[in-house]
């Protein structure tokens, strides 16, 4: 992981419409500002005609801190349509997890961030049944149970919007919480709230993919980590990966594969997302490696 100084190292990224002359109006910006270049990336979708850029910035100049940058890139961003945002490098994203009875990704993400490998701060774990309490006190983290009933799901989305807004949350992750989230909920966290489906989508979507994929005689399992939109399982696909199985495995067999294939794409979704690496191209993503 790269190391990067808290007020001094900063992430730009953005999309616009492609026209020439965008490169060089954010450099000449970097240059007025003294900042120095320490990575750049960019894609050209030729096919929707869209620019899309990330750029690991240095800031020379204590006078450019991250407002006097974000309040000065606003004439350019203007002047070009973008959209962007620009963050400080060294910023923890605050992270909530959702889960509901399958804790493998829930102790895989925690435990990552206690090894210090995943930047986040995950200062609670949302659940619709009380069994991963000891996994989350296990990890130090608190631990709230808020149930969902037909009759009361309204009430349980708007506790845990509360929640998202009263402990500032940036991100939040369906560590296979097996709830589907209402349209509002989905508009209210768009483009901050990643799922990982245990199925390598578009096949097998809704529940139970390993007997769908048993009962197929597939010869591949993976693993899909996507954004959430109000359509189940269609959202823009972050990460994915597969695992090789055959026909002597069970479908319990085939979830147990299945589970380490989960944990480790939704763990280098939630990072790459962290790291101000996935860019939102219509239902797709641009992902800078």
């Known amino acids: ?49 869209r620019f899309f850029m990330r750029m690991h910035l240095e800031s020379l100049n204590s006078a450019y801190g991250k407002d006097a940058l974000i309040q000065g890139f606003g004439r350019t961003a203007e002047a070009y349509s973008m959209n962007w945002r620009l963050v400080d490098a060294a910023e923890r994203t605050r992270t909530l997890i959702l889960v509901s ?14 090894l210090g490998t995943l930047d986040i701060d995950v200062p609670l774990v949302v659940s619709n049944h009380p069994d991963a309490a000891g996994m989350a006190a296990a990890h130090g983290v608190e631990f709230r149970h808020i149930p969902v009933t037909p009759d009361g799901k309204e009430e349980a989305e ?31 966290l768009e483009g901050r709230a990643i799922n990982i489906h245990h199925s390598f989508l578009p096949s097998f979507k809704g529940a139970g993919p390993y007997g769908q994929a048993h009962a197929r005689g597939v010869k591949l399992i993976g693993a899909t980590a996507h954004y959430v939109t109000p359509d189940l399982d269609e959202g823009p696909i972050i990460e994915q990966d597969v695992a090789r199985v055959d026909h002597s495995m069970d479908p319990a067999r085939l979830a147990a594969i299945g589970r380490d294939v989960e ?27």
């Open 101 to 114: 009875k399958y804790e493998h990704c829930l102790n895989d993400l925690l435990f990552r961030r206690r």
């Open 158 to 188: 708007a506790e845990l919007l509360r929640l998202v807004d009263d402990l500032r949350i940036d991100l939040v992750v369906l560590a296979r919480y097996m709830q589907i989230l209402s349209p509002e909920l989905c508009k209210s």
């Open 1 to 49: 992981m790269t190391t990067s100084t808290p007020g001094r190292d900063f992430i730009l990224t953005l999309d616009c419409p492609d026209r020439p002359g965008i490169v060089h109006a954010v450099t000449e910006f970097l240059v007025a500002h003294d900042a120095n270049i320490v990575q750049c990336q960019q894609f050209d979708d030729r096919q929707n005609g």
């Open 263 to 289: 944990s480790q794409v939704l763990a280098r979704a939630v990072r790459w997302h962290c790291a101000s690496r996935v860019l939102l191209n219509h239902g797709r993503t641009v992902v800078f490696g």
